[in-house]
């Protein structure tokens, strides 16, 4: 099993910046891919971005994607979620995931471990 911490979240005005970071321990050995989901209040949980073991290629949510960047270090076992220009509908919990099967990365069914979430809000 992986464990999984987040930091990073809090108040951000709309069109500012916000990174949040996720570091893993445990069975880190066992970790394809890692990945960013969030939800808010009362919705079903939904993806943002994911990266692959390698890094070469990232994977974003339309709603997303040109304004959010995922980076990974293999070596100190983290990822991190830049968050450029965010609005107010950005607003959410953001929790951090990892995955062990080499497909799928976009979905949320197949993501092993969880974080416990950061609370991100965007004021406009």
């Known amino acids: 099993q992986v464990q999984l911490v987040e930091s990073g979240g809090g108040l951000v005005q709309a069109g500012g910046s916000l990174r949040l970071s996720c570091a893993a321990s445990?069975?880190?050995?066992?970790?394809?891919?890692m990945g960013w989901f969030r939800q808010a209040p009362g919705k079903e949980r939904e993806f943002v971005a994911a990266i692959p073991r390698g890094g070469t290629n990232t994977y974003y949510a339309d709603s997303v994607k040109g304004r959010f960047t995922i980076s990974r270090d293999n070596a100190k076992n983290t990822v991190d979620l830049q968050m450029n220009s965010p609005k107010s509908e950005d607003t959410d919990v953001y929790y951090c995931?990892?995955?062990?099967?080499?497909?799928?990365?976009?979905?949320?069914?197949?993501?092993?471990?969880w974080g416990q979430g950061t609370q991100v809000t965007v004021s406009s």
């Open positions: 995931a990892t995955r062990r099967a080499p497909f799928g990365l976009t979905t949320i069914w197949g993501y092993d471990d």
């Open positions: 445990g069975r880190t050995f066992s970790i394809y891919a």
